[in-house]
Protein backbone atom coordinates (compact mmCIF):
# COMPACT_ATOMS: atom_id res chain seq x y z
CA UNK A 1 0.00 0.00 0.00
CA UNK A 2 2.35 2.60 1.03
CA UNK A 3 4.79 1.65 -1.85
CA UNK A 4 2.04 1.96 -4.77
CA UNK A 5 2.50 5.50 -5.00
CA UNK A 6 6.07 4.92 -5.05
CA UNK A 7 6.26 2.89 -8.06
CA UNK A 8 3.08 4.80 -9.46
CA UNK A 9 5.67 7.72 -9.73
CA UNK A 10 8.63 5.26 -11.39
CA UNK A 11 6.00 4.06 -13.77
CA UNK A 12 5.18 7.39 -15.37
CA UNK A 13 8.67 8.08 -16.04
CA UNK A 14 11.14 4.96 -16.37
CA UNK A 15 11.42 1.89 -18.06
CA UNK A 16 8.30 0.23 -16.60
CA UNK A 17 9.35 -3.48 -17.78
CA UNK A 18 12.32 -3.22 -15.98
CA UNK A 19 10.38 -2.17 -12.59
CA UNK A 20 7.68 -4.54 -12.99
CA UNK A 21 10.24 -7.84 -13.50
CA UNK A 22 12.72 -6.05 -10.85
CA UNK A 23 9.38 -5.97 -8.18
CA UNK A 24 8.42 -9.70 -9.29
CA UNK A 25 12.03 -11.10 -8.48
CA UNK A 26 12.21 -9.13 -5.21
CA UNK A 27 8.53 -10.31 -4.07
CA UNK A 28 10.12 -13.95 -5.25
CA UNK A 29 13.00 -14.17 -3.33
CA UNK A 30 11.39 -12.76 0.10
CA UNK A 31 8.72 -15.22 0.27
CA UNK A 32 11.37 -18.13 -0.52
CA UNK A 33 13.13 -16.65 2.47
CA UNK A 34 10.44 -15.69 4.48
CA UNK A 35 10.05 -19.63 4.67
CA UNK A 36 13.26 -20.43 6.47
CA UNK A 37 13.10 -18.04 9.43
CA UNK A 38 12.43 -19.74 12.56
CA UNK A 39 10.12 -19.02 15.24
CA UNK A 40 12.67 -17.23 17.34
CA UNK A 41 13.08 -14.98 14.88
CA UNK A 42 9.13 -14.09 14.30
CA UNK A 43 9.63 -10.15 14.26
CA UNK A 44 11.65 -11.08 10.74
CA UNK A 45 9.37 -13.01 9.76
CA UNK A 46 6.32 -10.71 10.04
CA UNK A 47 8.73 -8.04 8.05
CA UNK A 48 9.26 -10.27 5.55
CA UNK A 49 5.52 -10.74 4.50
CA UNK A 50 5.19 -7.36 4.93
CA UNK A 51 8.26 -6.49 1.84
CA UNK A 52 6.21 -8.73 -0.31
CA UNK A 53 3.46 -6.05 -0.80
CA UNK A 54 6.48 -4.00 -2.62
CA UNK A 55 6.89 -6.56 -5.13
CA UNK A 56 3.35 -6.47 -5.41
CA UNK A 57 2.86 -3.23 -5.73
CA UNK A 58 5.10 -2.63 -8.86
CA UNK A 59 3.46 -4.77 -10.54
CA UNK A 60 -0.64 -4.05 -9.60
CA UNK A 61 0.69 -0.44 -10.57
CA UNK A 62 2.56 -0.80 -13.69
CA UNK A 63 1.28 -3.57 -15.60
CA UNK A 64 -1.92 -2.29 -16.51
CA UNK A 65 -0.44 0.96 -18.36
CA UNK A 66 1.55 -1.21 -20.36
CA UNK A 67 -1.51 -3.04 -21.45
CA UNK A 68 -3.26 0.57 -21.78
CA UNK A 69 -0.46 1.69 -24.13
CA UNK A 70 -0.63 -1.77 -26.57
CA UNK A 71 -4.76 -1.64 -27.28
CA UNK A 72 -7.14 0.55 -26.99
CA UNK A 73 -11.61 0.53 -26.88
CA UNK A 74 -12.59 -3.01 -27.06
CA UNK A 75 -9.43 -4.61 -27.59
CA UNK A 76 -8.12 -3.36 -24.72
CA UNK A 77 -11.00 -4.39 -22.32
CA UNK A 78 -10.78 -7.58 -23.54
CA UNK A 79 -6.89 -7.59 -22.68
CA UNK A 80 -7.68 -6.17 -19.19
CA UNK A 81 -9.90 -8.84 -18.36
CA UNK A 82 -7.59 -11.52 -19.15
CA UNK A 83 -4.86 -9.64 -16.88
CA UNK A 84 -7.40 -9.13 -14.62
CA UNK A 85 -8.58 -12.98 -14.42
CA UNK A 86 -4.98 -13.58 -11.99
CA UNK A 87 -6.32 -11.88 -9.55
CA UNK A 88 -9.27 -14.35 -8.35
CA UNK A 89 -7.25 -16.59 -9.76
CA UNK A 90 -4.27 -16.39 -8.50
CA UNK A 91 -6.44 -16.19 -4.84
CA UNK A 92 -8.27 -19.08 -5.06
CA UNK A 93 -5.75 -21.22 -6.33
CA UNK A 94 -3.48 -19.79 -3.29
CA UNK A 95 -5.55 -21.20 -0.86
CA UNK A 96 -5.63 -24.73 -3.23
CA UNK A 97 -1.73 -24.78 -3.45
CA UNK A 98 -1.34 -23.44 0.18
CA UNK A 99 -3.55 -26.34 1.29
CA UNK A 100 -2.22 -28.92 -1.04
CA UNK A 101 1.59 -28.38 -0.36
CA UNK A 102 1.06 -28.19 3.95
CA UNK A 103 -1.08 -31.42 3.63
CA UNK A 104 2.07 -32.90 1.58
CA UNK A 105 4.97 -31.99 3.56
CA UNK A 106 3.27 -32.01 7.25
CA UNK A 107 4.82 -28.58 7.22
CA UNK A 108 3.23 -24.72 6.16
CA UNK A 109 6.39 -23.59 5.36
CA UNK A 110 6.26 -25.59 2.21
CA UNK A 111 3.17 -23.09 0.91
CA UNK A 112 6.12 -20.30 0.62
CA UNK A 113 7.78 -22.44 -1.24
CA UNK A 114 6.70 -23.13 -4.23
CA UNK A 115 4.85 -19.64 -5.68
CA UNK A 116 8.82 -18.26 -5.80
CA UNK A 117 9.75 -20.77 -8.45
CA UNK A 118 6.70 -19.08 -10.50
CA UNK A 119 7.57 -15.27 -9.85
CA UNK A 120 11.10 -15.81 -10.87
CA UNK A 121 9.89 -17.00 -14.07
CA UNK A 122 7.27 -15.20 -15.16
CA UNK A 123 9.38 -12.38 -14.51
CA UNK A 124 11.80 -13.26 -16.66
CA UNK A 125 9.46 -13.89 -19.45
CA UNK A 126 8.51 -10.58 -18.78
CA UNK A 127 12.16 -8.61 -18.80
CA UNK A 128 13.15 -10.86 -22.18
CA UNK A 129 9.84 -10.79 -24.19
CA UNK A 130 7.50 -7.96 -23.02
CA UNK A 131 7.75 -4.71 -25.07
CA UNK A 132 7.61 -1.33 -23.82
CA UNK A 133 5.56 0.91 -25.66
CA UNK A 134 5.76 4.26 -25.58
CA UNK A 135 3.37 6.29 -23.02
CA UNK A 136 0.35 7.04 -25.32
CA UNK A 137 1.21 5.38 -28.31
CA UNK A 138 -2.23 4.01 -28.73
CA UNK A 139 -4.23 6.86 -28.02
CA UNK A 140 -2.16 9.32 -30.06
CA UNK A 141 -1.76 6.43 -33.21
CA UNK A 142 2.10 7.34 -32.90
CA UNK A 143 1.90 10.88 -31.85
CA UNK A 144 4.17 11.97 -29.23
CA UNK A 145 2.74 13.28 -25.81
CA UNK A 146 4.53 15.79 -23.94
CA UNK A 147 6.86 15.43 -20.96
CA UNK A 148 5.27 14.46 -17.66
CA UNK A 149 4.38 17.17 -15.55
CA UNK A 150 5.00 17.21 -11.47
CA UNK A 151 3.96 14.81 -8.96
CA UNK A 152 1.86 17.66 -7.21
CA UNK A 153 0.28 18.87 -10.42
CA UNK A 154 -0.51 15.49 -11.43
CA UNK A 155 -2.43 14.39 -7.90
CA UNK A 156 -3.98 17.63 -8.47
CA UNK A 157 -5.24 16.67 -11.59
CA UNK A 158 -6.80 13.30 -10.17
CA UNK A 159 -8.39 15.02 -6.86
CA UNK A 160 -10.17 17.10 -9.69
CA UNK A 161 -11.51 14.25 -11.74
CA UNK A 162 -14.67 13.01 -10.53
CA UNK A 163 -14.80 9.79 -12.53
CA UNK A 164 -11.53 8.31 -11.25
CA UNK A 165 -12.16 9.71 -7.68
CA UNK A 166 -15.63 7.84 -7.19
CA UNK A 167 -14.48 4.87 -8.57
CA UNK A 168 -11.33 4.64 -6.64
CA UNK A 169 -13.96 4.72 -3.72
CA UNK A 170 -16.18 1.51 -5.46
CA UNK A 171 -12.95 -0.24 -5.65
CA UNK A 172 -12.13 0.15 -2.07
CA UNK A 173 -15.41 -0.86 -1.24
CA UNK A 174 -14.49 -4.33 -3.26
CA UNK A 175 -11.32 -4.62 -1.70
CA UNK A 176 -12.80 -4.26 1.84
CA UNK A 177 -15.54 -7.27 1.33
CA UNK A 178 -12.58 -9.65 -0.61
CA UNK A 179 -10.57 -9.14 1.99
CA UNK A 180 -13.03 -9.68 5.00
CA UNK A 181 -13.97 -12.55 3.03
CA UNK A 182 -10.83 -14.31 2.35
CA UNK A 183 -9.93 -14.30 5.80
CA UNK A 184 -13.02 -14.85 7.41
CA UNK A 185 -15.80 -17.40 5.00
CA UNK A 186 -14.00 -20.49 6.06
CA UNK A 187 -13.68 -19.90 9.32
CA UNK A 188 -17.59 -18.48 9.51
CA UNK A 189 -18.63 -21.75 7.73
CA UNK A 190 -16.83 -24.25 10.09
CA UNK A 191 -18.54 -22.44 13.02
CA UNK A 192 -21.96 -23.33 10.55
CA UNK A 193 -21.11 -27.00 10.73
CA UNK A 194 -20.23 -27.11 14.29
CA UNK A 195 -24.09 -25.72 14.94
CA UNK A 196 -25.53 -27.93 12.72
CA UNK A 197 -23.58 -30.59 14.77
CA UNK A 198 -21.96 -31.83 11.52
CA UNK A 199 -17.93 -31.99 12.95
CA UNK A 200 -17.30 -31.81 16.41
CA UNK A 201 -15.95 -28.13 17.75
CA UNK A 202 -12.10 -27.80 16.99
CA UNK A 203 -9.90 -26.90 20.20
CA UNK A 204 -6.41 -27.49 18.55
CA UNK A 205 -4.34 -24.87 17.48
CA UNK A 206 -4.88 -26.00 14.03
CA UNK A 207 -7.70 -27.96 12.74
CA UNK A 208 -8.49 -29.55 9.52
CA UNK A 209 -10.68 -27.64 7.72
CA UNK A 210 -11.85 -28.40 3.96
CA UNK A 211 -13.56 -25.23 4.17
CA UNK A 212 -10.44 -22.67 2.59
CA UNK A 213 -9.80 -25.53 -0.26
CA UNK A 214 -13.91 -24.92 -1.63
CA UNK A 215 -13.34 -21.32 -0.87
CA UNK A 216 -10.43 -20.83 -3.27
CA UNK A 217 -11.80 -23.22 -6.06
CA UNK A 218 -15.31 -21.28 -5.18
CA UNK A 219 -12.82 -18.02 -5.47
CA UNK A 220 -10.99 -19.44 -8.50
CA UNK A 221 -14.36 -20.37 -11.10
CA UNK A 222 -16.16 -17.55 -9.83
CA UNK A 223 -13.13 -15.05 -10.45
CA UNK A 224 -13.19 -16.48 -14.50
CA UNK A 225 -16.72 -15.85 -14.65
CA UNK A 226 -16.79 -12.72 -13.22
CA UNK A 227 -14.57 -11.31 -15.75
CA UNK A 228 -15.37 -12.90 -18.89
CA UNK A 229 -18.94 -11.92 -18.42
CA UNK A 230 -17.99 -8.59 -16.98
CA UNK A 231 -16.34 -7.81 -20.35
CA UNK A 232 -18.79 -9.35 -22.58
CA UNK A 233 -21.71 -7.17 -20.83
CA UNK A 234 -19.87 -3.99 -21.12
CA UNK A 235 -19.17 -4.20 -24.96
CA UNK A 236 -22.90 -5.77 -25.71
CA UNK A 237 -23.84 -2.10 -22.80
CA UNK A 238 -21.68 -0.35 -24.97
CA UNK A 239 -23.93 -0.50 -28.11
CA UNK A 240 -26.54 1.02 -25.85
CA UNK A 241 -25.04 3.93 -23.84
CA UNK A 242 -21.74 5.30 -23.51
CA UNK A 243 -22.11 5.19 -19.79
CA UNK A 244 -21.73 1.26 -19.92
CA UNK A 245 -18.93 0.83 -17.93
CA UNK A 246 -19.73 2.44 -14.73
CA UNK A 247 -23.51 1.08 -15.25
CA UNK A 248 -22.54 -2.57 -14.92
CA UNK A 249 -20.08 -2.21 -12.30
CA UNK A 250 -22.61 -0.60 -10.31
CA UNK A 251 -25.70 -3.19 -11.17
CA UNK A 252 -23.25 -5.78 -10.36
CA UNK A 253 -22.06 -4.42 -7.02
CA UNK A 254 -26.32 -4.09 -5.92
CA UNK A 255 -26.79 -7.52 -7.01
CA UNK A 256 -23.91 -8.80 -5.28
CA UNK A 257 -24.87 -7.21 -1.80
CA UNK A 258 -28.26 -9.48 -1.88
CA UNK A 259 -27.06 -12.97 -2.28
CA UNK A 260 -24.01 -12.04 0.06
CA UNK A 261 -27.10 -11.10 2.73
CA UNK A 262 -28.30 -14.89 1.56
CA UNK A 263 -25.09 -16.33 2.72
CA UNK A 264 -25.72 -15.28 6.56
CA UNK A 265 -29.86 -16.56 6.28
CA UNK A 266 -28.87 -19.92 5.20
CA UNK A 267 -25.77 -20.68 6.46
CA UNK A 268 -27.45 -22.02 9.56
CA UNK A 269 -29.52 -24.26 7.73
CA UNK A 270 -27.45 -25.52 4.73
CA UNK A 271 -23.94 -25.21 3.93
CA UNK A 272 -24.84 -25.94 0.36
CA UNK A 273 -27.01 -23.06 0.11
CA UNK A 274 -24.46 -20.84 1.51
CA UNK A 275 -21.81 -21.68 -0.93
CA UNK A 276 -24.10 -20.86 -3.98
CA UNK A 277 -24.90 -17.70 -2.64
CA UNK A 278 -20.76 -17.03 -2.13
CA UNK A 279 -20.87 -18.37 -5.83
CA UNK A 280 -23.19 -16.04 -7.22
CA UNK A 281 -22.44 -13.50 -4.65
CA UNK A 282 -18.52 -13.47 -6.03
CA UNK A 283 -19.51 -13.82 -9.64
CA UNK A 284 -21.33 -10.39 -9.57
CA UNK A 285 -18.37 -9.42 -7.16
CA UNK A 286 -15.77 -9.49 -9.61
CA UNK A 287 -17.56 -8.21 -12.74
CA UNK A 288 -16.34 -5.17 -12.07
CA UNK A 289 -12.26 -5.33 -11.53
CA UNK A 290 -11.20 -5.16 -15.12
CA UNK A 291 -14.15 -2.54 -16.83
CA UNK A 292 -12.94 -0.59 -13.54
CA UNK A 293 -9.27 -0.45 -14.84
CA UNK A 294 -10.95 0.09 -18.22
CA UNK A 295 -12.35 3.43 -16.89
CA UNK A 296 -9.61 4.59 -15.44
CA UNK A 297 -7.51 4.34 -18.83
CA UNK A 298 -10.38 6.25 -20.21
CA UNK A 299 -10.29 9.34 -18.19
CA UNK A 300 -6.94 9.26 -17.60
CA UNK A 301 -3.75 10.63 -19.73
CA UNK A 302 -1.10 8.04 -20.59
CA UNK A 303 1.47 9.98 -18.99
CA UNK A 304 -0.53 10.25 -15.58
CA UNK A 305 -1.83 6.39 -15.58
CA UNK A 306 0.52 4.85 -13.87
CA UNK A 307 0.43 7.04 -10.68
CA UNK A 308 -3.34 7.30 -10.92
CA UNK A 309 -3.08 3.39 -10.52
CA UNK A 310 -1.47 2.98 -7.84
CA UNK A 311 -3.25 5.99 -6.20
CA UNK A 312 -6.21 4.06 -6.81
CA UNK A 313 -4.08 0.55 -5.26
CA UNK A 314 -3.32 2.69 -1.66
CA UNK A 315 -6.68 4.13 -1.62
CA UNK A 316 -8.67 0.73 -1.77
CA UNK A 317 -5.60 -1.25 0.56
CA UNK A 318 -6.38 1.92 3.20
CA UNK A 319 -10.11 1.86 2.73
CA UNK A 320 -10.50 -1.48 1.96
CA UNK A 321 -8.43 -5.04 3.21
CA UNK A 322 -6.34 -3.35 5.11
CA UNK A 323 -8.33 -2.88 7.96
CA UNK A 324 -11.38 -4.78 7.19
CA UNK A 325 -10.43 -8.08 8.35
CA UNK A 326 -9.45 -6.62 11.72
CA UNK A 327 -12.68 -4.74 11.63
CA UNK A 328 -14.78 -7.95 11.34
CA UNK A 329 -12.99 -9.88 14.04
CA UNK A 330 -13.07 -7.13 16.60
CA UNK A 331 -17.04 -6.81 16.30
CA UNK A 332 -17.26 -10.60 16.34
CA UNK A 333 -14.97 -10.45 19.64
CA UNK A 334 -17.25 -7.36 20.94
CA UNK A 335 -20.09 -9.41 20.16
CA UNK A 336 -19.59 -12.80 21.40
CA UNK A 337 -17.45 -11.62 24.82
CA UNK A 338 -20.38 -12.75 26.97
CA UNK A 339 -20.85 -15.92 25.68
CA UNK A 340 -17.83 -17.39 24.68
CA UNK A 341 -18.49 -20.39 25.75
CA UNK A 342 -21.64 -20.83 23.23
CA UNK A 343 -21.03 -22.29 19.76
CA UNK A 344 -24.23 -20.42 18.33
CA UNK A 345 -23.08 -17.28 19.41
CA UNK A 346 -20.04 -17.54 18.39
CA UNK A 347 -20.84 -18.72 14.76
CA UNK A 348 -23.67 -15.81 14.99
CA UNK A 349 -21.61 -13.09 16.14
CA UNK A 350 -18.83 -13.93 12.89
CA UNK A 351 -21.77 -13.33 10.63
CA UNK A 352 -23.55 -10.21 12.23
CA UNK A 353 -20.10 -9.00 12.26
CA UNK A 354 -19.52 -9.94 8.22
CA UNK A 355 -22.87 -8.72 7.66
CA UNK A 356 -21.35 -5.21 7.55
CA UNK A 357 -19.63 -6.49 4.25
CA UNK A 358 -23.28 -6.02 2.05
CA UNK A 359 -23.86 -2.47 3.04
CA UNK A 360 -20.04 -1.58 2.18
CA UNK A 361 -20.79 -3.13 -1.38
CA UNK A 362 -24.28 -1.23 -1.74
CA UNK A 363 -22.23 1.67 -0.50
CA UNK A 364 -19.33 0.87 -3.55
CA UNK A 365 -22.66 0.67 -5.93
CA UNK A 366 -23.38 3.75 -4.71
CA UNK A 367 -20.25 4.97 -6.37
CA UNK A 368 -20.15 3.30 -9.20
CA UNK A 369 -23.23 5.26 -10.25
CA UNK A 370 -22.00 8.75 -9.44
CA UNK A 371 -18.95 7.47 -11.11
CA UNK A 372 -21.74 7.50 -14.21
CA UNK A 373 -22.92 10.67 -14.08
CA UNK A 374 -19.49 12.15 -14.53
CA UNK A 375 -17.79 9.84 -16.78
CA UNK A 376 -18.74 11.24 -20.26
CA UNK A 377 -17.04 14.67 -19.12
CA UNK A 378 -13.74 13.15 -17.86
CA UNK A 379 -13.32 10.92 -20.73
CA UNK A 380 -14.23 14.30 -23.05
CA UNK A 381 -11.47 16.45 -20.78
CA UNK A 382 -8.69 13.58 -21.36
CA UNK A 383 -9.12 12.98 -25.31
CA UNK A 384 -8.93 17.09 -25.26
CA UNK A 385 -5.61 16.83 -23.14
CA UNK A 386 -4.18 13.92 -25.13
CA UNK A 387 -4.81 15.67 -28.35
CA UNK A 388 -3.52 19.28 -26.88
CA UNK A 389 -0.57 17.05 -26.06
CA UNK A 390 -0.02 15.96 -29.62
CA UNK A 391 0.02 19.10 -30.99
CA UNK A 392 1.76 21.33 -28.78
CA UNK A 393 5.04 19.07 -29.72
CA UNK A 394 5.61 20.70 -32.97
CA UNK A 395 4.72 23.99 -32.22
CA UNK A 396 6.75 23.96 -29.67
CA UNK A 397 9.72 23.29 -31.43
CA UNK A 398 8.95 25.62 -34.34
CA UNK A 399 8.36 28.23 -31.30
CA UNK A 400 12.19 27.58 -29.62
CA UNK A 401 13.68 27.22 -33.50
CA UNK A 402 12.56 30.82 -34.15
CA UNK A 403 13.65 32.35 -30.82
CA UNK A 404 17.24 30.63 -31.15
CA UNK A 405 17.57 32.15 -34.58
CA UNK A 406 16.65 35.57 -33.74
CA UNK A 407 18.79 35.56 -30.62
CA UNK A 408 21.51 34.49 -32.86
CA UNK A 409 21.14 37.00 -35.50
CA UNK A 410 21.24 39.37 -32.36
CA UNK A 411 24.56 37.97 -31.12
CA UNK A 412 26.31 38.16 -34.74
CA UNK A 413 25.03 41.80 -35.01
CA UNK A 414 27.34 42.59 -32.33
CA UNK A 415 29.81 40.02 -33.09
CA UNK A 416 29.96 38.05 -29.90
CA UNK A 417 31.02 34.46 -30.10
CA UNK A 418 28.63 31.90 -32.54
CA UNK A 419 28.61 29.14 -29.75
CA UNK A 420 26.57 31.39 -27.94
CA UNK A 421 23.72 30.60 -29.76
CA UNK A 422 24.43 26.40 -29.17
CA UNK A 423 24.05 27.64 -25.45
CA UNK A 424 20.99 29.41 -26.12
CA UNK A 425 19.34 26.48 -27.89
CA UNK A 426 20.33 24.34 -25.33
CA UNK A 427 19.07 26.50 -22.56
Request: proline share 4%.
Amino acid sequence: MVAAPIFGYLGDRFNRKVILSGGIFFWSIVTLSSSFISKENYWLFVLSRGLVGIGESSYSSISPTIIGDLFTNNSRTTMLSIFYLAIPLGSGLGYILGYTAKKAAGDWHWALRVSPVLGITVGTLILLFVPEPKRGSVDQMGGRIKANTSWLCDMKALAKNRSYVFSSLASAAVSFATGAFGLWIPMYLARAQVVQKTPEACTKASCSNTNSLIFGAITCVTGLLGVVIGAATTRLCRQKTERADPLVCAVSMLGSAIFICLIFVVAKKSIIGAYVCIFIGETLLFLNWAITADILMFVIIPTRRATAVAIQSFTSHLLGDAGSPYLIGLISEALQKNYTMSALWRFLSLGYALMLCPFIIILGGMFFLATALFFLDDREKAEKQKSQSAESGPELTQAVLTVTLVKCAYLDFYQLPPYSCIHIFLF
